[in-house]
C-alpha cells in the first residue's frame, strides 16, 4: 500500500515485533513515570535505574499502544541504556527537535521541504552505542509526514523526561 | 437499496478523492457530511436574511428572527415536542449537559443526592456530574454494561433507590446499542427520579418521539444529523424549564436589567444568552427537512440493511480475526461497528492496534475513528484501550462496506507476524 512505507519501516516493524526492554523494575532504587496520549488512550510505562554516577543503568518500558509509540519508546531505551542523565536529556531534545518540525508549521503546503524532511533537518548523534545504531531512530523521520502519529512517537520520550526529572529528586 | 435515489451524490464532500481513491466516509457517529440542501440554505441565509435577531425593528430583523424561530418549530415537530418554547438551542449536546447540570442540577442536588448513569456513557454525560460531585458532594451511580453490551439491570431497582435524576444515553456510541429508554424512564420515575437522555445518537438515525420516551429532559447536537458544527438542543418539559435558574447570563436572556438585578425572559430564551447561531439553526432545519423527504423509518431500515450486510461480510472475510463489540442483532442496534483486528478471541496479544488500523484505511480513502470514543469507563468494561469503530449513516451504501472490508485485508498484510 503506497505512502505507508515511510511511516512502518522494517525497523519500526521489528521493535514493534520484538520491543526491547520490555517489562518492569522494581522501586526503589529505579524510579517510574507514566504517560498517556489522552487522544487514543496510548500508555507507556518508563522505569530507569539511575546510579550516584548518574549513567541510566536499567531501564524498562511497560504499557500498550500503537505500532509507533511502542517502537519508538523500545528504540529509546535501547539508546538511554547505560548513557548518562545528561546525554538522555540531549537525545530527547534532538528527538522531539526532528518530530516537531511539522507541528510548529502545519500550515505548510506539505512538502517535504517544507517540513523540513531534508538535510537540514537536526541530526541525533549517539556516541558508543552497542545494540542500537544512529539508524533506527532516524527510522522515526518519516512519522513527521503524519502529524496525528508524531504524539504517538513523542509519547515514550515525554515520559523518559518525567522519569529523569524523577530521578534526579530522589 | 432502501432509497429511491442516489442519496450519496447529494453529499458534494463525498465526490472527493483521498490518496487516489474515492473517499468512504465511516466515521458519521463522530460527525455527519452535509447535503448540499443544507450548505445552500446557510449560504442563502447569510446572502439574503442575515441580520441579529429578536431586537431589529426592520423587516430584514424580522424576517432573521422568522428564521430562527422557524428553525426551533421544525426541531419541535421533528422530535414531537409538546411545545416549541420547550427547545432550547446550544452550542453542541455537551453544553446541552452542561446546562442540565449547571442549571437544574445547581438548583435541585445537594450532598448525598445521587444521579444514576450508565458505564456506556459519553463523557459529556459523566464529567458533568464529577464536577458537580466534586462541588456539591452529590453521589454517582453506574448501571454495569454486560458482556453482549447492553445494560445489566440485575441491580436498577437498588441503583435508583432514593436516586434524584437518571441520565442515560439512548444509543451508543461504541456499541450501538440501543437502550429501552421508555422502559428506564418509567423505572426512575417510580423511584422518584426525574429522566434525562442523551440522544445525541439516536435523534439522527431513529423516528424520535420524547413524549413516548416519557423523558424529562433529552439533549442532542446538531451535527451528526447533517446539520452543521454549533448547534445543539436541549428538550425539557416545560414547568422544569421555567422552574430552572439561568445558565449563563446576558443580553437575549433577559426581560428586565436595573442596577440592583435582573428579572430572566421566558422560555427558551431564557437558556439563550448573546447572539445566537441563527445560520446554524436554519442549517439544522434545512436538515430536518431532509431527513424528513427521506423518512425517518427509511433511514433506519438502511441502516439495519447496512448493519446487516457489514457484519454478515466482515465476519465472512476476516472470520476469527475480527471482533464486533455490541448486540449480535443488526435490528436491536445502531449503525456503529467497534472492532478490535487481530489476535485470537480473547487475548489482546496479536492484534493490530486502532491507531494503526486505522492509518492503513486511511491510505485507502476509508475514515474510520481509532482511540476510546469519549468513552474511557466502558473501554475499561470491553478490556481495550481503544478500539476501531466505523460508523453508518444514509450516504453509506454497500461499496463502503465493500472497501472498509479490503482495506482490512491490507492492515492484516502489513502487521500480521
Same mark, same amino acid.
Given at each position: 500500500?503506497?505512502? +505507508? ?32 496520549? /489522552? ?5 507507556i510505562? =518508563?522505569?530507569?535505574?539511575v ?7 536499567? =531501564? ?11 517502537s ?25 527537535? +526532528?518530530?516537531s ?16 524532511i531534508?538535510?537540514?533537518? /537536526? ?16 527510522? +522515526?523521520?518519516?512519522?513527521v509526514?503524519?502529524? =496525528?502519529?508524531?504524539?504517538c ?15 534526579? =529528586?530522589? | ?7 450519496k451524490?447529494?453529499?458534494?464532500? *463525498? ?13 458519521s457517529?463522530? !460527525? ?12 442563502c441565509?447569510?446572502? !439574503? ?13 424580522? $424576517?432573521?428572527?422568522? #428564521?430562527?424561530?422557524?428553525? $426551533?418549530?421544525?426541531?419541535?415537530g421533528?422530535? &414531537? ?8 438551542? !446550544? ?8 446546562? *442540565? ?10 450532598p ?10 459519553h ?25 453482549a ?8 431497582? $437498588?441503583?435508583?433507590?432514593?436516586a ?6 439512548a ?9 429501552? %429508554? ?21 435523534v439522527?438515525?431513529?423516528?424520535t ?26 428538550w #425539557? ?16 436572556? %433577559?426581560?428586565?436589567v ?8 421566558? %422560555? ?6 448573546g447572539t ?12 430536518i427537512?431532509?431527513?424528513?423527504d427521506?423518512?425517518?423509518? &427509511? ?22 480475526? %475480527?471482533t ?31 491507531? @494503526? ?13 481509532a482511540?476510546h470514543?469519549?468513552?474511557k ?22 461499496s463502503?462496506?465493500?472497501?472498509? &472490508? ?5 492492515? @492484516?498484510?502489513l502487521?500480521?507476524?
Amino acid at each position: 500500500m503506497s505512502g +505507508l512505507e515511510d511511516l512502518y519501516r522494517e525497523i519500526i516493524l521489528d521493535h514493534y515485533r520484538s520491543p526491547r526492554n520490555r517489562g518492569e523494575l522494581e522501586t526503589p532504587p529505579a524510579v517510574r513515570a507514566d504517560g498517556f496520549n /489522552p487522544l487514543c488512550g496510548d500508555e507507556i510505562v =518508563v522505569y530507569i535505574d539511575v546510579d550516584d554516577s548518574g549513567t541510566i543503568n536499567e =531501564v524498562a518500558i511497560g504499557g500498550q499502544g500503537c505500532s509507533i509509540s511502542q517502537s519508538s519508546a523500545s528504540m529509546m531505551s535501547a539508546a538511554i541504556k547505560g548513557k548518562t542523565v545528561t546525554d538522555a536529556r540531549r537525545l530527547i531534545t534532538a528527538f522531539k527537535g +526532528l518530530m516537531s518540525i511539522h507541528e510548529t508549521d502545519i500550515g505548510g503546503d506539505g512538502s517535504e521541504a517544507e517540513m523540513g524532511i531534508d538535510d537540514q533537518a /537536526p541530526h541525533i548523534s549517539i556516541d558508543n552505542t552497542d545494540d542500537v545504531s544512529l539508524g533506527d531512530l532516524e527510522a +522515526l523521520r518519516g512519522v513527521v509526514k503524519f502529524p =496525528v502519529r508524531i504524539k504517538c512517537a513523542t509519547l515514550g520520550w515525554n515520559t523518559l523526561a518525567q522519569a529523569l526529572d524523577e530521578a534526579s =529528586v530522589t | 437499496m432502501t432509497f429511491p435515489r442516489d442519496v450519496k451524490a447529494d453529499f458534494p464532500l *463525498l465526490r472527493q478523492r483521498f490518496h487516489d481513491t474515492p473517499i468512504v466516509y465511516l466515521d458519521s457517529a463522530n !460527525t455527519s457530511q452535509k447535503p448540499q440542501a443544507v450548505i445552500d440554505a446557510m449560504g442563502c441565509y447569510y446572502e !439574503t436574511t442575515n441580520a441579529n435577531v429578536h431586537r431589529g425593528s426592520y423587516e430584514l430583523a424580522v $424576517r432573521a428572527t422568522d #428564521a430562527l424561530e422557524g428553525a $426551533r418549530a421544525k426541531v419541535a415537530g421533528f422530535i &414531537n415536542a409538546p411545545s416549541t418554547s420547550e427547545v432550547v438551542f !446550544t452550542k453542541n449536546a455537551t453544553e446541552g449537559m452542561n446546562l *442540565l447540570s449547571r442549571s437544574w442540577g445547581g438548583a435541585n442536588l445537594g450532598p448525598g443526592d445521587a444521579v444514576v448513569i450508565s458505564e456506556m456513557e459519553h463523557h459529556a454525560n459523566i464529567v458533568p456530574w464529577h464536577m458537580l460531585a466534586a462541588e456539591k458532594g452529590i453521589e454517582l451511580r453506574w448501571i454495569p454494561v454486560d458482556a453482549a453490551g447492553h445494560l445489566d439491570l440485575t441491580e436498577l431497582d $437498588r441503583l435508583l433507590d432514593g436516586a434524584k435524576l437518571v441520565s442515560l444515553t439512548a444509543m451508543s456510541n461504541v456499541l450501538g446499542t440501543l437502550n429501552d %429508554i421508555p422502559h428506564l424512564a418509567e423505572a426512575a420515575h417510580a423511584a422518584g427520579a426525574l429522566m434525562a437522555v442523551d440522544a445525541s445518537q439516536y435523534v439522527p438515525h431513529l423516528a424520535t418521539d420524547v413524549q413516548a420516551m416519557g423523558a424529562d429532559f433529552v439533549i442532542f447536537t446538531g451535527h451528526k444529523m447533517l446539520g452543521p458544527m454549533g448547534i445543539g438542543v436541549l428538550w #425539557a418539559r416545560a414547568e422544569l424549564l421555567d422552574a430552572m435558574p439561568p445558565f449563563l447570563g446576558g443580553g437575549e436572556m %433577559i426581560l428586565q436589567v436595573t442596577k440592583e438585578g435582573f428579572t430572566t425572559n421566558e %422560555i427558551p430564551w431564557k437558556f439563550e444568552a448573546g447572539t445566537p447561531m441563527v445560520a446554524e439553526a436554519v442549517g439544522l432545519g434545512a436538515a430536518i427537512d431532509y431527513l424528513n423527504d427521506l423518512g425517518m423509518d &427509511n433511514v433506519r431500515r438502511h441502516e439495519v440493511e447496512l448493519t446487516a450486510y457489514a457484519m454478515r461480510t466482515l465476519t465472512e472475510t476476516h472470520g476469527d480475526r %475480527i471482533t464486533i463489540h455490541g448486540p449480535s442483532e443488526p435490528a436491536e442496534r445502531g449503525g456503529v461497528l467497534s472492532f478490535v483486528y487481530g489476535g485470537d478471541g480473547d487475548d489482546c496479544s496479536g492484534t493490530v492496534h486502532p491507531h @494503526d488500523v486505522a492509518q492503513v484505511l486511511d491510505q485507502a480513502g476509508v475514515c474510520v475513528r481509532a482511540g476510546h470514543h469519549c468513552a474511557k469507563p466502558l473501554m475499561g468494561v470491553l478490556g481495550a484501550n481503544a478500539t476501531t469503530r466505523a460508523s453508518l449513516y444514509v450516504y453509506n451504501d454497500e461499496s463502503d462496506i465493500d472497501q472498509l &472490508n479490503a482495506a482490512l485485508t491490507a492492515a @492484516d498484510d502489513l502487521f500480521s507476524f
